[in-house]
């Protein structure tokens, strides 16, 4: 069963999860709970400890919501290094996994990005209609000095992913949890600043299943990604898809290079989004479908670049449409 859920990135219910509700939507996506609306009710450590993950799935559940899945992480720059403090930083991810076991949040969304995460060099510019959308220009970051903890290259990244992946797999198992890995966004080649950049190709994520035969060991197929990645999502999506190891996906469309790209309308890309459900269809998905990297309507506001009330709305209404088209399908 395609199901849907939404990110939560706020620290306390707004109407937008009133109107997820009113949608249908019943699964959220949480952050890690760095503010708490109610201060008497616990205090701020780490926000991977049991305590203020236990508030916050209880505020989510309050408001007729099931936490399903954290897609955020602590610090983990040093596991990915391999530096001085991983050890520590490894701790940390391990009791987040343990915490999230003990309160039944099944999934959790992570990355291997070392230093540089997701990167836009503009999320100002104008889409279809004059909505404000985002976009990179690898030319205008290229030539920059590497960030403060310097280069780092590709087979480094590959052995601490493997080390970090043989440490935190038996935990995730005993714990319940499933580890869905996010592409490198943008998908550059090589490098970003001469920070090699591991998680860009369909053939890495093929190498990663095969680190791990666990079923806990997964992937987030994170359309606006992987479209950059191939000329054939929807065989991408069957093919990965059929290892029944994709476990979250974005559903987003770009337009453009690795390189050089902008964010559209989910209506408007460069992928056959019809063909994708379709294909989501095929393979049985039975995770969690959310929306992702949505342009902001007139009339509204994005906190978060990608994350306005209005573009969400309409994507979660074409999804829906696809969806309902494609099982309808199935069915004749």
């Known amino acids: 069963m395609i199901r849907f859920a939404e990110i939560l990135p706020e620290s306390r219910p707004t109407v937008f999860w009133t109107m997820l509700k009113q949608l249908g939507i019943r699964e959220g996506v949480g952050v890690l709970p760095r503010h708490f609306v109610d201060w008497r009710r616990a205090t701020i450590d780490n926000p991977w400890d049991y305590t203020p993950l236990a508030v916050y799935k209880e505020m989510v559940e309050e408001e007729g919501l099931t936490l399903t899945a954290i897609e955020d992480n602590p610090p983990m720059d040093r ?34 990005a070392a230093a540089i995460n997701w990167q836009r060099t503009s999320s100002r510019l104008r889409g279809r209609g004059g909505a404000i959308v985002s976009g ?15 280069p780092i290259a590709a087979d480094a990244l590959w052995a601490n992913l493997e080390r970090f992946l043989q440490r935190i797999v038996p935990i995730a198992e005993k714990a319940g949890v499933k580890l869905a890995l996010h592409p490198d966004d943008p998908p550059i080649l090589p490098e970003i600043r001469g920070v090699s950049r591991i998680m860009n190709t369909v053939d890495a994520f093929e190498r990663l299943l095969a680190i791990s035969p666990s079923e806990v060991n997964g992937i987030t197929l994170c359309q606006g990604n992987f479209t950059l990645m191939t000329k054939n999502l929807p065989e991408v ?75 969400r709305l309409h994507a979660l209404g074409y999804m ?13």
């Open 79 to 112: 596991l990915r290094y391999g530096a001085a403090g991983a050890e520590e930083e490894f701790d940390q991810v391990a009791q987040m996994i343990t915490n999230m076991g003990r309160l039944g949040i099944s999934l959790w969304c992570y990355n291997w």
């Open 136 to 150: 990179y220009d690898h030319q205008l970051v290229g030539s920059n000095p590497p960030p403060l903890m310097g």
């Open 237 to 311: 999506i069957h093919a990965l898809g059929g290892t029944g190891r994709v476990y979250f996906v974005h559903f987003r469309d770009v337009r453009g290079t690795p390189d050089k790209f902008v964010e559209t309308f989910v209506d408007e890309g460069q992928t056959d989004m019809v063909a994708c459900m379709r294909a989501y269809r095929d393979i049985h998905f039975d995770g969690i479908m959310r929306t992702d990297h949505t342009p902001t309507l007139a009339g509204d506001d994005a906190e978060v670049a990608g994350y306005s009330t209005l573009g």
């Open 320 to 332: 829906t449409g696809l969806r309902e088209a494609v099982l309808s399908e199935a069915q004749q």
